[in-house]
């Protein structure tokens, strides 16, 4: 799969290199929808990438401002 979905995006830069942007392009259904599924499966893995390092933060400040509080006793 990742071998197709390098040659979509090879043909794709290929295409962005040399026609104008106006012009089109067929692609098969098959490998338009294996393009669509692997950018969402990226765009997922980046969402749960970015939800994960945001509740770390959350958790940082939580226990900073419990660590403050003891140190002000």
């Known amino acids: 799969m990742t ?3 390098n040659k979509l995006l090879d043909i794709a830069m290929y295409c962005e ?3 104008e942007d106006h012009e089109t392009v067929q692609v ?3 490998g338009f929808a294996e393009l669509a599924r692997s950018y969402m499966a990226i765009r997922a ?3 749960s ?3 994960v390092t945001t509740q770390r933060i959350l958790d ?3 226990t ?5 509080k003891l140190l002000n006793q």
Do not use: P, W, Y
């Open 64 to 68: 900073i401002e419990k660590v403050k």
């Open 60 to 62: 940082a400040e939580d």
């Open 17 to 19: 290199n040399r026609l």
């Open 45 to 47: 893995a980046l969402q």
């Open 28 to 30: 098969t259904v098959g």
């Open 3 to 5: 071998h197709r979905i």
């Open 49 to 51: 990438s970015i939800d």
